[in-house]
């Protein structure tokens, strides 16, 4: 006589993988069409199929025998593909957040590189005094370093960079 799904289920749920091994070999198939009906894609199926099968032996472990085993374990196969859907469906808005994240890093990128070419073309048109100034005042140099490098005042540096400033803005202006 063969044993019952609940006896196997039970027996399984104690440690008995022969148990288990009977149980998962009678309903394999069974959780396989069911997880396809789900899903609708054949690769999809196996992959939920053997999520399923990895999870029982720890599920069985709740089954108490109220339901017939197999109503019991449609209801597993259906809650492992509710939670495989939300788990894409998250996946896929998280994946759209970072596409936001990376159109706007990129975004930033070419504005900052626009901004960086228009800084050199503009620092271009500056007489070279200024030009000297600038470059050495944008390397983080300060005043004071600045004028000892060019062998001029301080207050030289800082009338040359103002000087800049204005020639700049007003080439920013021409252009809007």
């Given at each position: 006589?063969?044993?019952?799904?609940?006896?196997?289920?039970?027996?399984?749920?104690?440690?008995?993988?022969?148990?288990?091994?009977?149980?998962?070999?009678?309903?394999?198939?069974?959780?396989?069409?069911?997880?396809?009906?789900?899903?609708?894609?054949?690769?999809?199926?196996?992959?939920?199929?053997?999520?399923?099968?990895?999870?029982?032996?720890?599920?069985?472990?709740?089954?108490?025998?109220?339901?017939?085993?197999?109503?019991?374990?449609?209801?597993?196969?259906?809650?492992?593909?509710?939670?495989?859907?939300?788990?894409?469906?998250?996946?896929?808005?998280?994946?759209?957040?970072?596409?936001?994240?990376?159109?706007?890093?990129?975004?930033?990128?070419?504005?900052?590189?626009?901004?960086?070419?228009?800084?050199?073309?503009?620092?271009?048109?500056?007489?070279?005094?200024?030009?000297?100034?600038?470059?050495?005042?944008?390397?983080?140099?300060?005043?004071?370093?600045?004028?000892?490098?060019?062998?001029?005042?301080?207050?030289?540096?800082?009338?040359?960079?103002?000087?800049?400033?204005?020639h700049l803005k007003a080439l920013k202006e021409a252009?809007?």
């Open positions: 006589m063969e044993a019952s799904d609940e006896r196997l289920a039970m027996a399984a749920a104690a440690g008995d993988d022969a148990a288990f091994a009977a149980l998962l070999a009678r309903h394999y198939d069974r959780v396989f069409r069911l997880a396809f009906r789900l899903t609708g894609r054949a690769a999809e199926a196996e992959d939920l199929t053997q999520d399923v099968a990895l999870a029982l032996p720890a599920k069985l472990r709740g089954f108490r025998g109220d339901a017939r085993f197999t109503t019991w374990l449609y209801r597993v196969v259906v809650n492992a593909a509710s939670d495989r859907r939300r788990r894409s469906a998250s996946r896929s808005r998280a994946a759209l957040g970072w596409g936001e994240v990376e159109r706007a890093r990129r975004s930033e990128a070419t504005e900052a590189a626009a901004a960086q070419t228009w800084l050199e073309d503009a620092m271009s048109t500056l007489p070279e005094a200024l030009r000297d100034t600038v470059a050495l005042v944008l390397d983080d140099l300060t005043h004071r370093e600045a004028a000892e490098v060019l062998g001029v005042s301080e207050g030289t540096v800082s009338w040359r960079i103002s000087e800049a400033k204005k252009e809007a």
